[in-house]
């Protein structure tokens, strides 16, 4: 990991979630144990079901919870929903808190003044779209041109989708 957090996810409301949990789900698997997703953006992140949390996910939750935050685990994630107004000093400070587990930041929605100072802080940033889009080339060159390490990531769909939301996805 080169910045704050392990990637930031970039996509649309209905995009960016699962994406995120994907991207977190395959770095958890790769240094066992839980991972975090910090949302910005996304209206329902922070509601998930909790119930059927892995072990690491729960302890990694309730240590956050006494802390304050308001933390939704399910499967081996989990979710904490980012103020809107500053939303870089509370990532920080929970991708700090999270220890070893990874941290994903998903941006849902246009990009925001917010969303770019948290794009400053990630290790990669991954555009949720297609190679096809005109759009999603274009933020793709500009983010790249910036020094951004980013990449397009197709967003996951069908039973995909739903597995990676519930915390326990391929």
Same mark, same amino acid.
């Given at each position: 990991?080169s910045? @704050?957090?392990?990637a930031?996810?970039l ?17 958890? /698997? ?11 953006g996304?209206?329902?992140?922070? /509601? ?25 685990a399910c ?6 929903a ?16 999270a ?6 930041? @998903? ?26 889009d005109?759009i ?17 990531? /197709? ?12 915390g326990?996805?391929?």
């Amino acid at each position: 990991m080169s910045g @704050a957090f392990d990637a930031l996810v970039l996509g649309t409301a209905a995009t960016a979630p699962a994406a995120a949990a994907s991207v977190a789900l395959r770095l958890a /698997r790769r240094r066992g144990g839980a991972a975090l997703i910090l949302t910005l953006g996304c209206a329902d992140a922070g /509601r998930q079901a909790r119930v059927l949390a892995a072990p690491s996910a729960a302890r990694l939750a309730a240590e956050l919870a006494q802390q304050g935050q308001v933390a939704a685990a399910c499967g081996r994630l989990v979710r904490i929903a980012l103020p809107t107004d500053e939303p870089l000093p509370a990532a920080l400070w929970l991708s700090t808190a999270a220890g070893e587990a990874p941290c994903v930041v @998903a941006c849902c929605g246009p990009r925001s003044e917010q969303g770019e100072v948290l794009l400053q802080h990630a290790g990669v940033v991954h555009l949720v779209g297609s190679e096809d889009d005109p759009i999603c080339r274009l933020a793709l060159d500009g983010l790249r041109r910036d020094g951004r390490n980013a990449d397009l990531l /197709r967003p996951p769909s069908g039973a995909v989708t739903a597995l990676a939301l519930l915390g326990v996805g391929p």
